[in-house]
């Protein structure tokens, strides 16, 4: 286990591919350059944003292995190893652990639906084989949930497992989770994966985020860790306003994560066509979406307006209110037991 605690923001890494379908390497190299310099705390290659399912075993390695190569250890690397089987993930493990990453993230058993035992059961096998540190990720939208106490049961007894990543958006489970682990671990990271929680959830003890809008606005998502991590909330609160509006657009207005690559084509990189197929409504739609983020990335200065300017309102959007009342309830809470 490493003493070196997982903390702020990790990019889920988008994949450009070249006319043929294949990685762009050189486009990623690229790209992994430009958010270093942008200020993100580490990278985190074959994601659920990086479409993993729709790579090869080789190519999800050939993915990580030139980002390590291109980091050159400049930011750590959160890789993700999750494969069909243990066997597998274990092999996946062993070849990261190889090429100097820093941890893996492992999502639990996805297709089939199993109980939280079974979901027990495989992160311990895992966690008693694998030659790095592991990060447990929670996505119950897409794989079986990891409910609390088989988070505490494996903290517990499996010295590598370090971390958690939540994607569920839940600020009670990531709460309870907090509760249940740090008494006992208390270097146990807890990151969240739901760029719309980010400010509350720094707040209520996670240590950082794997967000995808900061494979699209890296600065953004940098300054709002600052910011809420150093207690400046009246300006936190402002930026994770924006970023809430910019997220919901990238990821309710198009398939997932194409609202990201189209938003990531607008920061100047040749993302190309993605590997699921589109309809033509869906690439019309698509076109349709790109005027509209580039409208939101022009208000902060990352893009030009389109032609014909812009007529959508500033970026605070509908959801300030919910936030805010969430980031209240947070801080009284906080200042109620003398932590603030």
Avoid at 135 to 161: G, H, W
Avoid at 296 to 319: K, N, W, Y
Wanted: overall charge negative; proline content about 6%; charged content about 25%.
């Amino acid at each position: 286990m490493s003493s070196t605690r997982l903390q702020g923001i990790f990019t889920p890494n988008l994949v450009p591919f070249t006319d043929s379908g294949d990685i762009n390497e050189p486009e990623l190299r690229r790209y992994v350059n430009w958010l270093i310099e942008r200020g993100v705390h580490g990278l985190y290659p074959n994601g659920s944003t990086g479409e993993f399912t729709r790579f090869t075993v080789e190519e999800r390695k050939r993915i990580v292995q030139i980002i390590a190569d291109e980091t050159r250890g400049r930011v750590p690397l959160l890789a993700g190893a999750a494969e069909a089987n243990v066997k597998e993930t274990i092999r996946a493990c062993e070849f990261y652990h190889d090429l100097g990453v820093r941890a893996v993230a492992i999502v639990a058993p996805f297709y089939y639906k199993l109980s939280p035992k079974s979901v027990y059961a495989y992160f311990r096998e895992i966690g008693r084989n694998t030659p790095i540190d592991v990060t447990l990720y929670n996505i119950p939208m897409f794989a079986s949930p990891i409910d609390v106490p088989t988070v505490q049961r494996l903290s517990e007894e499996c010295e590598k497992i370090v971390a958690i990543k939540d994607s569920s958006g839940e600020i009670p489970h990531m709460i309870r989770m907090i509760q249940a682990v740090r008494p006992n671990r208390p270097e146990f990271s807890f990151l969240t994966g739901w760029d719309a929680a980010l400010m509350p959830m720094l707040l209520v003890g996670c240590d950082g985020g794997t967000n995808a809008s900061s494979g699209v606005v890296p600065e953004l998502t940098r300054k709002l860790y600052d910011l809420t991590t150093s207690l400046q909330l009246d300006a936190a609160r402002k930026v994770q306003y924006d970023l809430v509006t910019l997220f919901d657009t990238m990821i309710y207005q198009a398939e997932f994560p194409d609202g990201f690559r189209a938003a990531v084509e607008l920061r100047g990189f040749r993302m190309g066509r993605g590997r699921q197929p589109l309809s033509s409504d869906q690439l019309a739609d698509l076109s349709k979406l790109g005027n509209t983020l580039q409208c939101m990335l022009s208000e902060h200065g990352f893009t030009d307006q389109p032609v014909g300017g812009c007529g959508i309102g500033t970026a605070s959007g509908d959801r300030a209110p919910e936030i805010d009342s969430i980031v209240q309830n947070v801080v009284a809470e906080l200042r109620r037991r003398g932590l603030m």
